[in-house]
């Protein structure tokens, strides 16, 4: 069963990994050229460099995080690569109030929205649960019920530009793994909530479409500092990562899976034989660097 498995899965994760990756329509740059984007957690990491390729596209662009030095930054840097319009609005998701603030700052300026990226998370750590439910309430604010009130605020402009949702995720958001059951469970609701959602504009002719983003190990600097002592694999480029993000909302596709193989794989295994795969999660960590809090 065991050797079964290993030829097996593999060969299934690749034919997901081609369903999911190759697109059948071509995605051409020009797609998004004059769109009005919103990107949250725009001033580091996968958000930047989304940031970036969609300045080089010619979008307009509306940018946000707390650090309001970083996102200055990144805004000029956009200007350069070429974006039709780059402005931020700075604050914390933590703040329930915040999500409405960014969409109606699109609002205010465009008067539309064409597409919505969710990409940014909370800090948490990475170790065994501590017990600390009050971190998973005010984690669930930032990395879920954000996306929830981001999604609801922008609706209409949504609705009337045919456009589109992208909610970055994670392996973990589909997938146990060790030392992230705040973040896991965040992830997992995100996919929830977003499935079926999407099944009731199917149902309601609401032709907005929601990708969502199933990522693995990404070489941004908060992820790297956070896992490489234990988890002992190559990170995947944030700039690739960041370009099929928006290649894959562009297209209107239902699921991101980055890297392909490695994500596609995981997801089925998930499915036909969990317990194997939660082993091979296991033996792949140095669970030996992991210090106890
Ligand atoms: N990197 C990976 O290995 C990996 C793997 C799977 C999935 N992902 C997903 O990819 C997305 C981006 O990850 P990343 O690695 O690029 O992260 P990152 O570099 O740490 O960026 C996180 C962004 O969120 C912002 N942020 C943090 N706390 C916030 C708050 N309270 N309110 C509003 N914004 C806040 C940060 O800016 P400020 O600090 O200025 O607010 C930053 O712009 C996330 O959804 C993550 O779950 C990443
Ligand atoms: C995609 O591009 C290829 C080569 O450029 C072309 O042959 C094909 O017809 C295109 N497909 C669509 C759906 O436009
Ligand atoms: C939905 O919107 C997209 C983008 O505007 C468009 O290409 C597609 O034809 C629309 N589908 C329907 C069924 O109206």
Redesign the pocket.
């Known amino acids: 069963m065991g050797l079964l498995l290993k030829i097996f899965t593999p060969l299934l994760g690749l034919a997901l990994a081609v369903y999911f990756y190759s697109a059948p329509e071509n995605f051409s740059e020009e797609m998004l050229r004059g769109k009005r984007v919103i990107v949250?957690?725009?001033?580091?990491?996968?958000?930047?460099?989304m940031a970036y390729h969609l300045a080089r596209m010619e979008t307009h662009l509306l940018l946000?995080?707390?650090?309001?030095a970083?996102?200055q930054k990144v805004v000029e840097r956009c200007l350069e690569l070429g974006a039709a319009s780059a402005r931020y609005v700075?604050?914390?998701?933590?703040?329930t109030t915040?999500p409405e603030v960014v969409v109606k700052e699109a609002e205010n300026t465009w008067g539309g929205l064409d597409m919505l990226i969710?990409?940014?998370?909370?800090?948490s750590y990475f170790n065994y649960f501590n017990g600390d439910v009050g971190h998973v309430r005010k984690l669930l604010e930032?990395?879920f019920l954000?996306y929830v009130a981001m999604t609801m605020s922008a609706l209409p402009m949504l609705k009337e530009s045919e456009g589109s949702i992208v909610v970055?995720?994670?392996?973990?958001?589909k997938v146990g793994s060790p030392f992230i059951a705040p973040?896991s469970a965040t992830?997992f609701a995100l996919d929830g909530f977003f499935s079926s959602l999407r099944q009731e504009f199917i149902i309601d002719k609401v032709n907005v479409s929601i990708t969502l983003?199933?990522?693995?190990?990404?070489?941004?600097?908060?992820?790297?500092r956070?896992?490489s002592h234990v988890i002992q694999d190559k990170?995947?480029p944030?700039e690739e990562?960041a370009l099929e993000i928006i290649r894959s909302g562009a297209l209107r596709r239902r699921e991101l899976h980055y890297p392909a193989l490695v994500a596609s794989s995981m997801v089925l295994l998930r499915g036909i034989a969990p317990d194997f795969l939660d082993s091979l999660v296991r033996n792949s960590y140095k669970v030996e660097n992991i210090q106890r809090a």
């Open positions: 949250t957690g725009a001033s580091s990491g996968i958000g930047e460099q946000t995080a707390r650090t309001e970083k996102l700075s604050g914390s998701m933590e703040d915040f969710l990409n940014h998370i909370g800090f930032t990395n954000s970055v995720s994670s392996i973990a958001g973040y992830k983003c199933i990522l693995g190990y990404i070489n941004t600097e908060s992820a790297v956070a896992v990170p995947a944030k990562c």
